[in-house]
């Protein structure tokens, strides 16, 4: 794999490593496949318990890599629809992945790192990680991580974040419902230990349809909002704000909309 490292150790807990630390773990074309790739060879896999989400480096994950989302714009209809669904999809793996899901959240997340972080069935984060939905900053919105963000965190707490882009600490994001707790760099490994112990004292299979029946009961996303959020990042990316919002991040200018 390019953008991802991947280790399985006796006990059958798998670490999956975003790997692209010179972008902040940003996602491209490639992770977005590779991501998708993993996560459907690890749930088919028995000898796996449990899979630990984590990024290398400094961030978690920057969300969608700017250069892709560029490239997206500029294509034609098709393959920016192709674009969004595969983001779509890949989150919609990780979330229905019949095996435990937790979270080592190592630093910042921002937009797409916020979607990862919700299809975690536990994310536990450094104490001084900051996050942020900053979609709207370059004109786009959390479309396709939207239906996943929402039923994390609820329609009511997602309003406080969800389309102002503002920055937020880590004890917020466990206010927020996006963490399960914060602890310190010393602790994060230890905290993600216990995590990880509990389900190896469990039933594999008893783990696998506990998940699905809380996905059955309410906690699963409708096919029709995926599709719905789908077309929301397709339209942003055909618009003027975020082609403005896009080219003012590379420029190192400030956006027209910016009145500060």
């Known amino acids: ?41 690890l749930g088919a896999d028995p000898a796996v318990r449990v899979v630990v989400l984590t990024g290398a480096g400094e961030s978690f994950c920057a969300g969608g890599d700017l250069g892709w ?27 229905a992945m019949p095996k435990p899901l937790i979270g080592r959240i190592n630093g910042q997340a921002y937009g797409g790192g916020i979607g990862l972080m919700s299809v975690c069935d536990v994310a536990i ?9 900053t979609e709207v900053r370059l004109g786009l919105i959390p479309a396709t991580i ?23 600490g880590a004890e917020e994001a466990v206010a927020l419902g996006l963490l399960a707790r914060v602890v310190s760099a010393d602790d994060l490994d230890v905290a993600i230990a216990r995590e990880v112990a509990a389900y190896l004292a469990a039933a594999p299979g008893a783990v696998a349809a506990g998940k699905a029946l809380v996905a059955e009961l309410g906690g699963s996303t409708r096919a029709a909002d995926v599709e719905a959020s789908i077309q929301a990042l397709v339209t942003r990316w055909e618009g003027d704000e975020a082609a403005e ?10 956006p027209a909309w910016r009145a500060d």
Do not use: C, W
Not at 13 to 30: C, E, F, G, S, W
Not at 79 to 89: K, Q, S, Y
């Open 245 to 254: 919002g896009i080219a003012a991040f590379f420029e190192k200018r400030k």
């Open 125 to 133: 984060a450094l104490d001084n990680a900051r996050f942020g939905l």
């Open 69 to 95: 989302m560029q490239d997206q714009m500029a294509s034609d209809a098709a393959t920016r629809a192709a674009g969004a669904r595969a983001l779509a999809e890949m989150l919609g793996a990780l979330d």
């Open 1 to 41: 794999m390019q953008t991802l490292e991947q280790e399985i150790d006796a006990r059958g807990v798998a670490t999956l490593r975003l790997n692209r630390p010179q972008a902040h773990n940003a996602m491209d074309a490639v992770m977005i496949a590779e991501l998708r790739q993993a996560v459907e060879d």
């Open 146 to 168: 939207g239906p996943y963000v929402i039923a994390r965190m609820g329609a009511a707490r997602a309003r406080r974040v969800f389309f102002s882009g503002r920055l937020f």
